[in-house]
């Protein structure tokens, strides 16, 4: 069996730390066709970064050097080139802003089936993965032929890793640059305003329950009363109603409290990834059935707009 | 200008899904537009109604019941709808990312937009890769996650949203696909005028005859084995009893923590 690719994902020359989950579902699959599990990087002294993902299991690392930023042009390009020189079994990347920027242009060009957002992969005589559908309250097992394009959920596999002896091989392809038609600028982070959640360790954290902006202030009020800072989930920021610096989830601050106490939060994906190092998560939501609950410690199945007042009383 | 806007009807969230391993009991379902469309649509509008000449198309992959919804996103101002269905899809329990952009490519080669708009995942599939796809299999060039989109002759300059509170800064060159991130504008609610406007605005429907003269080429290459509920290895304690009851137990958790005064 011809050996399993895996696409590194790195920004700004650091390694994303979710790569090494993705090494990890990469080399477990290699395992299960008993074949290598091979890694490619692409940009900026990828040789330093090489370096960095050099970890047991790893068969060879393919190195591109680009000046430039983040292309998903060049990407396509070089991880084209690379297929039809080694044949791989298959190619795994990150679920991520990056791996679905480019693996779907990828999965088309190459002809190859798209497997999106994998949280389990498995191999006995076919090529099997799990997907989350309807806000994660089904999965779905998909099956496809080799090789397919996996991208791969962040955070679902181990990160641990020991140090590996991989030969690293710089390729030599050439790029055709009148087909980069996406060029990248620059880069913002979100300026964090008079509050930073990332440092609190109480966070009464409102979601879409809450259902109009006015019922915010008994949110506001409650943390008053115990004492916590608020923030949100995506929809209330999306609304206009809190800064995006109160935006917990992946896109916006991952947050690590003694307590994480979500008001009318469902838990879609990106936001339990924002919270999963809570050590303590408490959750009231009137569905029985909202994601948040598999993410929690403690849940209350009722309406915020009676447990809300109730629970202020409780600390007035 | 002439704006596409690849949009998709979804269950609402709060429904229970009925299945079996291999189909879901849509008939419990309350449907409605999906989210991240919603905002396309809107950001579609608005480019239309800052550019002289401008139409907006919208196109669905979608049984007859999504007419509905699809009349909703003419009421708010889609010019024209288009929505595509073929028996071959009745015995599938999705249409996978690839599938789709297939489908689409179809009707993008009939209309020739300029630009294409589509939400960056629906609630349902989440597949997170139709838009990128599409892309490919028709030429285009493409952002996703486009928090902000300025257009200036063939060049737009989009802000995208990654991970962690970082946003990216780029240019890309026209014609091109963006997927479109929520909160990147706040949708229109239809109007009376336009409800009513709407029931007169174009609906074409096309199947897999209408798009190709080999219909065998619109094939899935991804099984389904079986649908699943998720399996979960977290306990978690549930407060019961009256919502006074279940707020004291609540408290009482926070207190023995340390906060509040506890």
Not at chain 1, 283 to 310: C, M, R, W
Not at chain 2, 23 to 32: L, P, V
Request: charged share 20%.
């Amino acid at each position: 069996m011809s050996p399993i690719l895996i696409i590194a994902e790195h920004r700004q020359g650091i390694i994303n730390p979710d790569t090494f989950g993705l090494l990890t579902a990469g080399i477990e699959l290699s395992t299960a066709l008993d074949t290598e599990a091979h890694v490619a990087i692409i940009g900026k002294d990828p040789e330093k970064l090489a370096q960095d993902i050099n970890i047991d299991g790893i068969h060879t690392i393919h190195t591109f050097s680009t000046s430039l930023t983040y292309n998903h042009d060049i990407y396509v390009q070089t991880i084209s080139s690379l297929f039809n020189k080694i044949k791989p079994s298959s190619i795994l990347s990150l679920h991520t802003s990056t791996g679905t920027d480019y693996c779907p242009a990828l999965a088309s060009i190459l002809d190859v089936p798209l497997l999106p957002d994998a949280i389990a992969i498995n191999y006995t005589d076919q090529l099997e993965i799990l997907h989350e559908m309807y806000s994660s309250k089904l999965q779905a097992k998909l099956a496809s032929p080799l090789p397919a394009i996996i991208t791969v959920r962040a955070g679902v596999w181990p990160t641990e890793t020991a140090p590996g002896n991989a030969s690293i091989e710089p390729l030599n392809i050439s790029i055709n640059e009148d087909a980069i038609n996406f060029k990248v600028k620059d880069y913002e982070e979100t300026p964090i305003g008079d509050v930073d959640i990332s440092t609190s360790d109480l966070l009464l954290s409102v979601g879409r329950g809450i259902g109009d902006e006015a019922n915010l202030e008994l949110i506001f009020s409650t943390a008053e009363a115990m004492g916590a800072t608020v923030s949100s989930s995506r929809p209330i920021v999306d609304a206009g109603w809190l800064p995006k610096d109160r935006q917990v989830g992946q896109s916006g601050t991952k947050v690590s409290p003694s307590i994480y106490l979500a008001i009318g939060i469902s838990g879609a994906v990106q936001h339990i990834a924002g919270i999963k190092n809570s050590k303590v998560i408490i959750s009231i939501n009137k569905d029985p059935k909202a994601p948040i609950f598999d993410a929690s410690d403690y849940g209350v199945v009722g309406d915020l707009f009676e447990i809300l007042p109730a629970l202020l009383e409780e600390f007035r | 200008m002439r704006i596409l806007v690849a949009i998709t009807e979804v269950a609402t969230p709060d429904d229970t899904i009925e299945f079996s391993d291999k189909s879901i009991t849509e008939s419990n379902f309350t449907y409605g537009l999906n989210e991240w469309d919603e905002y396309a649509i809107e950001e579609a509008i608005q480019i239309s109604e800052s550019t002289a000449n401008s139409d907006v198309i919208s196109v669905t992959i979608a049984p007859p019941r999504a007419e509905k919804t699809i009349r909703m996103a003419l009421a708010k101002g889609v010019t024209k709808a288009i929505r595509v269905w073929d028996p071959q899809l009745e015995s599938l329990p999705f249409v996978d990312p690839r599938l789709k952009a297939k489908i689409l490519a179809k009707v993008v080669s009939t209309i020739s937009p300029d630009i294409i708009l589509t939400g960056v995942q629906s609630s349902n599939d989440c597949w997170g890769s139709t838009g990128v796809a599409l892309a490919a299999e028709v030429g285009f060039n493409w952002a996703t996650l486009v928090t902000d989109l300025e257009l200036s002759g063939d060049v737009a300059h989009v802000r995208r949203e990654l991970e962690n509170g970082v946003d990216e800064l780029a240019e890309v060159t026209l014609p091109a696909v963006f997927t479109i991130q929520t909160g990147i504008n706040e949708p229109r609610y239809a109007s009376l005028r336009g409800i009513k406007q709407a029931q007169q605005k174009e609906l074409e429907t096309l199947s897999f005859s209408d798009l190709s003269t080999d219909p065998e080429e619109f094939q899935s290459n991804i099984n389904l084995i079986e649908f699943s509920l998720p399996t979960s290895d977290n306990t978690i304690q549930y407060f019961e009893g009256t919502p006074k009851e279940q707020a004291a137990q609540v408290a009482t958790i926070i207190k023995d923590l340390g906060f509040g005064g506890g």
